[in-house]
């Protein structure tokens, strides 16, 4: 059965530093895909990024980065320069191809405060 | 384009009463997946419709139902409901799979 883990339960840094969640799934799928998602105090989650298991290349978007590993079953997460406004709950995500659907299954979701 | 609706945004029932919940998907999208979020479970999902068909469904019981309509609507359906139901519902919609899902803001159902 499909499995996310997001072993930080909550993580605490001061404006502009740097941080980096981890996120590691368990999949007997051999299609599969990988997301994260960002729940602000407001509730609703925001899209993040979404990667498929044949497409390991890292990528960025402005200070966001995702470090993706298959043979470390690791779709790690990094935040640049961290803002007050990062503070949010991220969630990482994992869906199946073989689901036939849209079937997400959530990490535990970490919790990132940044403080000014 | 207008994001994903949910209503009511909050909901307060007693135990054994039923409730109904309803979302709109984004328009153009016939995907709608709902989830639980609790602080003891986490994000669940319950299930998902595609074009009036559930194609998908999570480890709920049979209390929790759903449906949608030939406008991609869907409404879920909590019969007989229990102190553990409280929880904060999200309804997400898709274009099609597998594809990002864009979440609702949200029910948060109180159950007394």
């Known amino acids: 059965a499909q499995k996310v883990t997001q072993a930080q339960t909550e993580i605490s840094v001061v404006e502009k530093e740097d941080v980096t969640l981890d996120c590691v799934y368990e999949?007997?799928?051999?299609?599969?895909?990988l997301f994260w998602y960002k729940q602000p105090p407001s509730g609703e989650l925001v899209f993040l990024i979404r990667?498929?298991?044949?497409?390991?290349q890292n990528e960025i978007s402005g200070r966001y980065s995702w470090n993706f590993q298959k043979s470390t079953s690791s779709f790690n997460f990094t935040i640049t320069a961290s803002q007050v406004v990062d503070s949010a709950v991220y969630f990482c995500?994992?869906?199946?191809?073989?689901?036939?659907?849209?079937?997400?299954?959530f990490g535990g979701g970490t919790r990132v405060l940044v403080k000014p | 384009k207008a994001g994903v609706t949910q209503t009511p945004r909050y909901l307060i029932k007693t135990r054994g009463q039923q409730v109904t919940l309803s979302c709109s998907p984004i328009?153009?999208?016939?995907?709608v997946s709902w989830y639980q979020q609790t602080p003891g479970q986490g994000l669940q999902f319950l299930f998902e419709?595609?074009?009036?068909?559930?194609?998908n469904k999570g480890n709920f019981p049979g209390r929790f139902s759903g449906r949608q309509f030939s406008n991609s609507r869907s409404e879920m359906n909590v019969s007989t409901l229990e102190l553990g139901d409280s929880a904060l519902y999200l309804c997400?919609?898709?274009?099609?799979?597998?594809?990002?899902?864009?979440f609702g803001p949200g029910t948060r159902l109180t159950v007394l």
């Open positions: 997400a919609s898709s274009p099609g799979s597998p594809n990002e899902q864009f």
């Open positions: 990667r498929n298991s044949f497409d390991e």
């Open positions: 419709y595609f074009s009036e068909t559930q194609r």
């Open positions: 995500a994992l869906s199946e191809a073989r689901a036939a659907g849209n079937k997400l299954t």
């Open positions: 328009s153009g999208h016939r995907s």
């Open positions: 999949t007997r799928d051999t299609t599969y895909y």
